[in-house]
């Protein structure tokens, strides 16, 4: 059962306009979540994280919202570039300390077209 | 900084074949991570070591995977006997021990791994 869910698998927006990814999850003891960025035949990168004391975190043009309530998250990029496209993860970690484990969503392929 | 090394790359082997997978880990990272990724599944993490320690390998999925980390420079991820089921691209990746939190994981290149 997925734990974390990202419901759209691609996302296609213009470039210049805004690019909203969405992810859900469904643990309550959830308490970091994180944004990673993938190109084809590389690794995952890191892009931003926000812990669940905030609602928001913002860096550059990323921006991401955290709604503890309806256990959901999203990534905005604004403005949208073409060097954006690539595979966006949503990722969770039940807690601090020790445990490094973090649970993935699938991913939300994103195309932004010139 | 040379990052996360991952080797080989690509691996093409044939069902029953013992297949070995290299991480070398960023310098002065105490914790390392081994994950498989495939299109059913996403990002799974398989075993994750602090400082060389095994700390959690609830998800190596059978007997036949084993991980080691002999010192804090090298890891071996091995699968022995390997099936057409275990094709997936395999990522090593590490991070210091405040990092998860702040900055996330340093992640390889992977390795494609094909199983036939």
């Known amino acids: 059962d997925q734990q974390v869910k990202q419901n759209s698998p691609s996302l296609s927006v213009q470039e210049g306009r805004i690019s909203i990814l969405n992810c859900d999850y469904t643990n309550s003891m959830f308490d970091y979540f994180l944004w990673y960025k993938k190109y084809p035949a590389e690794g995952p990168t890191f892009l931003i994280s926000?812990?669940?004391i905030k609602d928001k975190n913002e860096d550059g043009r990323f921006t991401v919202f955290l709604n503890k309530s309806a256990k959901h998250l999203s990534l905005h990029i604004v403005p949208s570039q073409p060097g954006d496209s690539a595979v966006y993860f949503c990722?969770?970690?039940?807690?601090?300390?020790?445990?490094?484990?973090?649970?993935w969503g699938l991913g939300t392929s994103l195309a932004v077209n010139p | 900084d040379a990052g996360v090394i991952q080797s080989p790359r690509h691996e093409v082997t044939e069902m029953g074949q013992e297949v070995t997978l290299r991480c070398k880990p960023i310098?002065?990272?105490?914790?390392l991570f081994w994950y498989r990724q495939t299109m059913m599944r996403g990002l799974e993490l398989l075993i994750y070591?602090?400082?060389?320690?095994?700390?959690?390998d609830s998800g190596m999925p059978e007997d036949r995977f084993s991980a080691k980390m002999p010192n804090a420079s090298f890891s071996t991820l091995k699968i022995q006997p390997s099936e057409p089921r275990d094709s997936a691209v395999y990522f090593c990746?590490?991070?210091?021990?405040?990092?998860?939190?702040?900055?996330?994981?340093?992640f390889g290149s992977g390795t494609r791994l094909t199983v036939v």
């Open positions: 926000i812990s669940s």
């Open positions: 070591f602090n400082n060389n320690v095994p700390i959690d």
């Open positions: 310098s002065g990272h105490d914790y």
């Open positions: 990746a590490s991070s210091k021990l405040d990092r998860p939190y702040k900055g996330g994981y340093t």
């Open positions: 990722a969770a970690s039940a807690k601090p300390g020790n445990n490094r484990k973090l649970i």
